[in-house]
């Protein structure tokens, strides 16, 4: 396992982007349908059911629930193998690294609990996945506060995420690119922030 | 000392953390030593030395540190100064907030008081085959030569004295971490650019794409920020992660020819 150590940290560089950033892209962007209304959000997400089952699971195990486990766990195995430092290098750089640390780690939590509260639910049965279910689930103010930290701690860890991944298989070398995609990435985060928060402001 | 430095009165308070043993406890000590202008950290050191007696005049062991050039290229002297990590040679006490805080780099296993042990460092280069080989079994002639405007760059990149600064800044290089750590990976950008230090590059590089290798760097740009020799570690690690993309990609798809 060790060994291979390598080859594990660049597919987990490489599963944050593909499918597990595209599929939050996508995911926030179907969300934002909801700022249509509630109908044009069930109608949006209603595509979904003309999946057979079999194959939207088969899919869905695939393309999200393995990635993404992978990704969380071997990240938490990568946060607490550091020892940050940012009171005595207190750079930008240091302080996204933390921050990288810190959104992941909450961002585990966060999924499990968002998976259990829907899609389990849906799978046992207890409830359908539709607009009104989300509208229930926000009415609390605290659960609110919670989905708008979790979205942030995902555009985040997605943008900042971007910059690294691009650091880490070579695409971005000299310092001045690194610069210059430090802010496409922060450029990045205040759309897809502005895309995910108002999705969930919209059930509200 | 002359008579009129020591007549001035001014002193320098220093606060050291002290250690009597590899695993023992640690304990912070305050020493006040005699101002004198252009006094560096090693300087005040070389005084407690001679006079060990703490600021409240209690006797105590002299201060254990590791120095050799004083002129900052060996790298031996380094330690934690105000919470920063440099060398305590061309640390100058005029520029230095009081007291002055001195703490061994804790990110290495400390020996006693400020010494510590920086094989780790020593092991990666080895590991890394950090170095040209030249020799063979019959005379192997002159190498290919080095354009003169990279030897000029590459210049900067030799100019690593294994520190460990880089080491200690690194919120990844930790004893619970095996990452092997910013100057030894810049080391391979360095001998992987020799005209005959590439004549190895594959094994270098296959060095770096093994456990604690390359890919454990978080990306903090903490080791560039506190090099002291202005080395581009971060720009040597992502030049690297490219060298090792397409050398991952040419050891499954690519033949057996691994060098060029």
């Known amino acids: 396992m060790q060994k291979y150590e390598f080859y594990w940290r660049r597919l987990h560089s490489l599963l944050g982007v593909i499918p597990v950033g595209l599929f939050l892209v996508f995911h926030l962007s179907l969300n934002f349908t909801a700022t249509g209304g509630a109908e044009t959000y069930d109608s949006a997400t209603g595509v979904m059911d003309y999946i057979p089952g079999w194959l939207l699971l088969t899919i869905e ?9 992978f990704h969380g766990l071997y990240g938490i195995y990568i946060a607490f193998t550091a020892t ?93 690119s690194q610069k210059v995609f430090s802010w496409l990435s922060m450029i990045f985060f205040v759309i897809i922030s502005i895309i995910g928060v108002s999705a969930i402001l919209a059930f509200v | 000392m002359s008579t009129q430095q020591v007549e001035s009165g001014k002193t320098v308070r220093f606060k050291i953390l002290r250690q009597d043993n590899p695993n ?73 907030e009081q007291p002055i805080r001195l703490e061994p780099m804790k990110t290495f296993p400390v020996v006693r008081d400020l010494q510590v042990d920086r094989s780790r460092m020593f092991n990666a ?9 030249i020799d063979g079994s019959y005379d192997l002639g002159e190498g290919p030569r080095m354009p003169e405007r990279k030897r000029q760059w590459a210049y900067e990149l030799s100019k690593c004295m294994t520190c460990g600064v880089c080491f200690e800044a690194c919120p ?40 604690g290798g390359l890919a454990n760097c978080g990306n903090s740009q903490n080791c560039v920020a506190a090099c002291p020799k202005g080395i581009p570690l971060t720009t040597s690690i992502a030049s690297l992660n490219r060298a090792t993309t397409v050398h991952m990609f040419r050891k499954f798809f690519g033949s057996d020819h691994m060098v060029d």
């Open chain 2, 24 to 96: 023992g406890p640690s304990r912070w000590e305050e020493f006040e030593v005699p101002y004198r202008p252009g006094m560096n950290v090693i300087s005040a050191l070389m005084y407690i030395r001679q006079n060990p007696v703490t600021a409240d005049g209690k006797e105590t062991t002299p201060v254990t540190w590791d120095m050799n050039c004083l002129e900052e290229v060996c790298g031996a002297c380094s330690m934690v100064i105000n919470g920063r990590p440099r060398q305590s040679c061309s640390a100058l006490v005029d520029q230095l």
């Open chain 1, 61 to 69: 195990w695939i393309v999200i629930y393995i990635p993404i486990l």
């Open chain 2, 125 to 133: 280069l080895k590991k890394v085959k950090a170095w040209i080989p």
């Open chain 2, 172 to 211: 990844n290089v930790s004893e619970k971490s095996n990452f092997i750590g910013p100057a030894p990976l810049s080391q391979v950008r360095l001998f992987n650019t020799h005209p005959t230090g590439a004549m190895n590059k594959d094994e270098r590089l296959d060095a770096i794409m093994g456990e």
């Open chain 1, 84 to 176: 940050p430092n940012n009171k005595r290098f207190s750079t930008f750089r240091n302080w996204m690294f933390l921050l990288q640390r810190i959104t992941g780690v909450f961002l585990v939590i966060f999924i499990a609990w968002h998976m259990f509260q829907t899609r389990i639910q849906k799978a046992l049965g207890n409830a359908e996945v539709s607009f009104d279910m989300m509208k229930n689930i926000v009415d609390n103010p605290w659960m609110l506060a919670f989905y708008i930290v979790g979205i942030l701690s995902a555009t985040l860890h997605l943008s900042n995420g971007l910059w690294a991944f691009c650091v880490s298989w070579g695409i971005t070398q000299s310092p001045h």
